[in-house]
């Protein structure tokens, strides 16, 4: 026989129990590292990563990309500033499936937004039919191979820091 203070013990144990259990569901619908253990493992194509540009844009700097190091997913929002722009990348993890949201604003112009899907996260690196992104310890690479902004250049990765 169960007395008053066991059944509020045991009661409060369920609880957590079933609060622990439906956190990945709950944390998959909000923005989050993509290490996420309902994603699905997906396969970055061999050749994704070769010929594409060795020189990063940073804030105003032009460096090499080989002073970055690879590095596992650490965020889901990164930010940088050149020359008065900013651009803004917002990853979301829904059901298994990336999506990230780039922003571009100048002062005294509309911000413009585009969405990338279908997105492949693996360790390190981000691909997508026209972008590729490599995580480092502090941001993120990012080239867009297609970009409807001119000031978004596809012959220079792009560093954003981790907000």
Not at 52 to 75: E, R
Not at 90 to 116: V, W
Request: some cysteine; charged content about 20%; hydrophobic content about 35%.
């Amino acid at each position: 026989m169960i007395n008053i203070n066991q059944q509020g013990l045991l009661y409060s144990v369920l609880f957590l129990l079933c609060g622990c259990l439906n956190t990945p569901i709950a944390a998959s619908e909000v923005n989050h590292p993509a290490k996420d253990t309902h994603t699905q493992r997906c396969k970055v194509p061999t050749d994704a990563f070769n010929q594409l540009p060795s020189n990063v844009l940073d804030g105003t700097n032009v460096i090499a990309i080989n002073k970055f190091q690879p590095a596992n997913i650490s965020g889901t929002n990164f930010k940088t500033e050149t020359g008065g722009a900013s651009i803004t990348i917002n990853m979301r993890t829904l059901n298994g499936t990336h999506r990230i949201e780039r922003n571009y604003s100048e002062p005294g112009t509309e911000k413009i937004s585009t969405s990338f899907s279908q997105l492949c996260i693996n360790d390190s690196y981000l691909y997508g039919e026209n972008v590729r992104g490599i995580f480092t310890e502090k941001g993120i690479l990012w080239l867009e191979l297609k970009s409807e902004i001119e000031f978004i250049p596809s012959e220079l990765w792009i560093y954003l820091e981790r907000n």
